[in-house]
């Protein structure tokens, strides 16, 4: 059994309607019935009242398949979090589609976020001005896109028009092979330096990973597994029996191609690349270095 002072959890609710239309996401357009939003609406409150009476630290993780933030329980639940003590990071990966107005509400030195570009389904004016505004009220966040090749001139574009100390990175394509060459991937690394890490499918298989120890990823019913790619289950947050199977594990998975996962990976060392930005994807001093 793992120590348990600080402990990460990703937590994925039943969640799974967005309010965009990407084709290469399938979750895009779907809508949910009200009785799907309400169960989804007490998963929530209760993996929130979770967390506010645990004594250990915690550093949470949204990553919801669909778009969370449009829903006010989301809202909610980030300024609430963001408040307690013992939460070190709350942060969630979101489209950025919505008023932020209940930004005020948050505590922001420990809320992040991971905002997502979506050239099909957005004006870069609009999305850059809520990045600004993102800016001016201090919030910490990173700016990702999918790096689809007919996107990387609005992409680069994007990249110019940010604040330089705004991390944008770029999500490898790998589910079409080789999909790029190397002028491609030369192209997409002078916007993310970072791009050779996550275009590379990274082998797991008996290697050392924090998931399953430290970390772990929770459902809305609370299942417990390592992380969000080994359906294995460790037990459930909310009988507690959970604690007793965590421990430093090998992966069982061939390749690691998600950020979500292979951050985690032992051998990698991307604590040394991320520091504490991993869960809201920024490297570590971003912002320093690139002020100079």
Avoid at 16 to 26: H, L, V
Avoid at 58 to 63: A, E, P, V
Avoid at 139 to 150: L, M, N, T
């Amino acid at each position: 059994m793992t120590s348990l002072a600080h402990l990460t959890i990703l937590y994925r609710g039943p969640l799974s309607s967005c309010n965009y239309g990407c084709t290469y996401c399938p979750f895009a357009k779907r809508h949910e019935s009200a009785a799907e939003l309400e169960g989804d609406r007490r998963a929530l409150r209760r993996f929130v009242a979770w967390c506010t009476q645990r004594e250990h630290g915690l550093s949470i993780f949204f990553t919801p398949w669909g778009e969370a933030l449009v829903h006010a329980a989301y809202r909610d639940a980030l300024a609430t979090l963001s408040h307690l003590g013992h939460v070190r990071r709350v942060a969630i990966q979101t489209n950025l589609s919505f008023s932020l107005d209940w930004l005020p509400a948050c505590n922001l030195s420990s809320l992040a976020l991971w905002v997502t570009y979506h050239p099909t389904e957005v004006r870069s004016e609009a999305f850059l001005a809520r990045c600004r505004t993102l800016v001016d009220r201090g919030v910490r966040f990173s700016i990702g896109a999918v790096g689809v090749k007919e996107h990387l001139p609005l992409i680069e574009n994007l990249r110019n028009q940010l604040p330089p100390e705004v991390y944008l990175w770029v999500n490898a394509v790998k589910e079409l092979g080789r999909y790029y060459d190397s002028a491609d991937i030369a192209r997409i690394t002078a916007v993310d330096p970072l791009f050779g890490i996550n275009v590379t499918n990274h082998r797991s298989r008996g290697r050392a990973c924090r998931t399953g120890s430290s970390v772990i990823a929770v459902d809305g019913d609370g299942t417990v597994r390592r992380c969000h790619f080994v359906d294995e289950p460790l037990g459930n947050l909310y009988t507690g029996d959970f604690e007793s199977h965590l421990s430093a594990r090998p992966c069982p998975k061939s390749v690691c191609r998600c950020h979500t996962g292979y951050v985690h990976l032992e051998h990698l060392d991307l604590d040394t690349v991320f520091g504490d930005g991993a869960l809201e994807r920024i490297p570590a001093n971003w912002a320093a270095n690139a002020a100079k």
